[in-house]
């Protein structure tokens, strides 16, 4: 299928790949303000967080792994308390150590 099968087992990422990827996605979600209601965008990345390796178990040679949607999940928890620390600090001024 052109080539897609070894390019997809390349870009299998290891073991807590997840976490920083979902990690990152959250904040950049979060910090972009989107004109949406927080729970919705929450509600949202974790649809997508699950579909992600939902999906994986239709595309050779890649798999579906409950760890796998464990790390994006624990992603997503870092990402939200990590903004709101941010949010929290950014209001307080930022000027303490």
């Known amino acids: 299928m052109l080539g897609l099968a070894k390019y997809?087992?390349?870009l299998s990422a290891g073991r807590g790949q997840h976490v920083g990827i979902f990690l990152g996605l959250t904040?950049?979600?979060?910090?972009?303000?989107?004109p949406l209601r927080r729970t919705?965008?929450?509600g949202m990345l974790v649809g997508y967080a699950a579909l992600t390796e939902a999906i994986q178990a239709f595309i050779p040679p890649r798999q579906s792994d409950w760890q796998d949607l464990a790390e994006n999940l624990m992603g997503l928890v870092l990402g939200i308390a990590l903004y709101s620390v941010g949010i929290y600090w950014i209001?307080?001024?930022g000027s303490e150590p």
């Open 8 to 10: 997809s087992e390349s």
């Open 40 to 42: 919705t965008l929450v």
């Open 91 to 93: 209001r307080r001024g």
């Open 27 to 34: 904040l950049f979600a979060l910090f972009a303000h989107w």
